[in-house]
T-cell receptor, first 114, second 117 residues
Framework: AQSVAQPEDQVNVAEGNPLTVKCTYS??????LFWYVQYPNRGLQFLLKYITGDNLVKGSYGFEAEFNKSQTSFHLKKPSALVSDSALYFC????????????FGKGTKLSVIP | GAVVSQHPSWVICKSGTSVKIECRSL??????MFWYRQFPKQSLMLMAT?????????EQGVEKDKFLINHASLTLSTLTVTSAHPEDSSFYIC?????????????FGQGTRLTVV
């Protein structure tokens, strides 16, 4: 069975500082990895994805993530955090193109402190 | 990217009544849609997979007679919470995947906040 782990329930970072939200995965076959962001009482918004190719993936709003196969990780990063980045972040995975069910991590609440 | 529209965004209903939530794929056809439930400060819990023209597939522990799913067309799936009770109050989210392209990205509706009083 596939699983996605987000080890931190909450991450606090000062505005302007770099941020990292951690994610590790366990899937059979080649993983398809995603990051989504959720604002209060809203659905999920797509940030970025890794399917194949370069391990460093750039996404929306200045976010990027690095796929590390040996460590089975896909950490989300941003060089300089904004207060408006405060939200709930979900890492998710499919195990290959044929898989139809997306597995989510439990989510990490990011708080950017002015 | 593709757009999934979910309606209503919030609803308040009395105990014992039924509530219908709609999920539409606006610019692509979705043979499969997914319904999730999210409790406060928790992740998304998959409730069921909605298949166009056939019965939905429910996850273990989800009452199919309580949460009726209909996927009558390639762009519309509905979730009906029947005889709602306060414990059904939650945030419900649908998603769909555009199978016509190789991009496996899932697109999500805006979510529906259901409050049963």
């Amino acid at each position: 069975a596939q699983s996605v782990a987000q080890p931190e329930d909450q991450v606090n970072v000062a505005e302007g500082n770099p941020l990292t939200v951690k994610c590790t995965y366990s899937v059979s076959g080649n993983p398809y990895l995603f990051w989504y962001v959720q604002y209060p009482n809203r659905g999920l918004q797509f940030l970025l994805k890794y399917i194949t190719g370069d391990n460093l993936v750039k996404g929306s709003y200045g976010f990027e993530a690095e796929f590390n196969k040996s460590q089975t990780s896909f950490h989300l990063k941003k060089p300089s955090a904004l207060v408006s980045d405060s939200a709930l972040y979900f890492c998710a995975a499919y195990s290959g193109a044929g898989s139809y069910q997306l597995t989510f991590g439990k989510g990490t609440k990011l708080s950017v402190i002015p | 990217g593709a757009v999934v529209s979910q309606h209503p965004s919030w609803v308040i209903c009395k105990s014992g009544t039924s509530v219908k939530i709609e999920c539409r794929s606006l610019d692509f056809q979705a043979t499969t849609m997914f319904w999730y439930r999210q409790f406060p400060k928790q992740s998304l819990m998959l409730m069921a997979t909605s298949n166009e023209g056939s019965k939905a597939t429910y996850e273990q522990g989800v009452e199919k007679d309580k949460f009726l799913i209909n996927h009558a067309s390639l762009t519309l799936s509905t979730l009906t919470v029947t005889s709602a009770h306060p414990e059904d109050s939650s945030f419900y989210i649908c998603s769909a995947r555009d199978w016509e392209i190789s991009n496996p990205e899932a697109f999500f509706g805006q979510g529906t906040r259901l409050t049963v009083v």
